[in-house]
């Protein structure tokens, strides 16, 4: 098993930044993949962003309504994930979840936290 807390939302004005972390522990091992996740309310939940570890390098995945706002990083040493979040708009307003991904495809769940952004 794979625990994920996720930390940093809170309540910012349009314009603002955030910086989600998300630390895992338990059985961190074969991780394909890690990502962040977003829902709002009525909405289904949608990728935001992700990282795949290639070797040295890691390939980074963006939806587009995000590109060249966000930024996803990981930290192995700390086993966390970052999301910055830069010129923040309102409807980026969503609880924001982390998701990590064995080989085997288990996939794990932090428990979110909320991100609102006023206008």
């Known amino acids: 098993q794979v625990q994920l807390v996720e930390s940093g939302g809170g309540l910012v004005q349009a314009g603002g930044s955030l910086r989600l972390s998300c630390v895992a522990s338990?059985?961190?091992?074969?991780?394909?993949?890690m990502g962040w996740y977003r829902q709002a309310p009525g909405k289904q939940r949608e990728l935001v962003a992700d990282?795949?570890?290639?070797?040295?390098?890691?390939?980074?995945h963006y939806t587009d309504s995000v590109k060249g706002r966000f930024t996803i990083s990981r930290d192995n040493a700390k086993n966390t994930v970052y999301l910055q979040m830069n010129s923040l708009k309102p409807e980026d307003t969503a609880v924001y979840y982390c998701?990590?991904?064995?080989?085997?495809?288990?996939?794990?769940w932090g428990q979110g936290t909320q991100v609102t952004v006023s206008s």
């Open positions: 998701k990590w991904v064995r080989s085997n495809r288990d996939a794990y």
């Open positions: 990282i795949t570890p290639a070797g040295s390098v890691s390939i980074m």
């Open positions: 338990g059985s961190i091992f074969s991780i394909t993949s």
